[in-house]
Structure formats: structure tokens, C-alpha cells
């Protein structure tokens, strides 16, 4: 019987690394409830086991003995070192299957940044000429990005008036403006307006 994967809903303290004691420590309760498969002095068999759980998380081993203890490995014996190891990567393999999900949507979805400037160059004169004519340019293209696009004051003349317009008011108006471009656009092309040759 095998412990389902799932990620608990309050995460634990996973970043906090298992100290030496706390190794020791489960080794000693597992070493004291289950047999070993050969007679094996524990001194020669330590160093394994140490090197087994380098880098593991101080909750990751306790809940892989509690999941031990539960018969996750299927049998009655001590686990080997890398059945021991193994049973940790499987007890944190959701939340690093969480972290490969957010780097992998925050690579998809985040909003491209904008370049920065880089500091100017010190001891190459030429460098510091180039990076000022970049400099320049740059502050000119932020300059006519902030003064943004021409207004039309013709549209934006009258905007409290316009602000107390009714909804019929406003189509009038649009459909007059209408009228008045397509008026513009049939004299620019030579037809009289309100005449058409179709």
C-alpha cells in the first residue's frame, strides 16, 4: 500500500535543512523497531546513510519515517540508505513539482521588462561617447513616448458640455461628424457631396 502524493494545504517548514542529531535521531528509532535483512554492525553501515540524507529538509525526514512506519516501502525490514532517500524525493516531489509549475508559468506569463540603461563605461573614452549618444537617444524616445499622440482639440474643445450630452445627443453628433468626413473625403476625390454616380 502506497501513501498517496498529495501537498499539504498549510505548507510546512520545508527550507530548514535536518541537522546531524535529528539524522541520527531517526535513524536510531528505525534501527530500533525494524530488523536489518543481514546481522550488521551499525558503525560500518553510518557513513551510508549519512551520505544517503546530504541536503534533506528536517521535515522531509520525518515525514518519510512517519510514512515508513505507515508501510511505504512495502516490507518489514531497515530500508537501505537509498530506500530511504528515495522515500524522501517522494515525499518532496510535490512541492518540487509546484516550483517546475511556477517557474514555467512565470516564464509564460510574465510581462517582458523594460531595458534598463546601463551605467556608462569608465576608461574607454570612445565607449563613453557612444554610451552618451545611446543615453541621449533614449531620453528622446522617452520624451515623445510621455508627450504621447496629438489631440484632437476640435474633439475635446467642449468636454463639460459633452459630459452632460444624453445618449441621443452623443449619436447626433457622431453621425454630424460622419457626415461632415464623408462630405471631405467625396470633394477631395472630385465628387460633389450628397451626389453619387452609382
Known amino acids: 500500500m502506497t501513501t498517496p502524493k498529495t501537498t499539504p494545504a498549510v505548507r510546512p517548514d520545508i527550507s530548514r535543512a535536518a541537522t546531524d542529531t ?3 535521531t531517526v535513524l536510531t528509532r528505525l534501527l530500533a523497531v525494524y530488523p536489518c535483512r543481514a546481522p550488521s554492525d551499525f558503525r560500518l553501515m553510518k557513513p551510508a ?4 540524507l546530504e541536503d534533506v529538509g528536517s521535515w522531509a525526514l ?3 519515517e512517519r510514512r515508513i512506519n505507515q508501510n511505504s516501502l512495502g ?3 531497515l530500508p537501505t540508505p537509498a530506500e530511504l532517500r528515495a522515500e524522501i524525493d517522494r515525499v518532496m516531489e510535490p512541492f518540487r513539482e509546484r516550483e517546475r509549475r511556477a517557474a514555467q508559468e512565470r516564464r509564460l506569463y ?3 521588462e523594460e531595458p534598463r540603461a546601463l551605467p556608462a563605461p569608465a576608461g574607454d573614452p570612445e565607449a563613453v561617447a ?4 545611446r543615453r541621449a537617444v533614449e531620453r528622446a524616445e522617452a520624451a515623445a ?3 504621447g499622440a496629438p489631440v484632437d482639440r476640435a474633439l475635446y474643445a467642449d468636454k463639460d458640455q459633452r459630459a452632460q450630452r444624453t445618449p ?3 449619436v447626433t453628433d457622431f453621425m454630424s461628424r460622419q457626415d461632415r468626413r464623408h462630405d471631405a473625403l467625396r470633394s477631395e476625390s472630385g465628387t460633389e457631396a450628397g451626389h453619387d454616380d452609382g
Open 75 to 77: 516490507h518489514p525490514f
Open 130 to 133: 557612444k554610451w552618451r549618444a
Open 62 to 64: 520525518m515525514e518519510a
Open 49 to 52: 546513510y549519512m551520505q544517503a
Open 168 to 170: 441621443a445627443d452623443a
Open 110 to 112: 510574465q510581462w517582458p
Open 145 to 147: 513616448k510621455s508627450a
Open 22 to 24: 535529528e539524522k541520527l
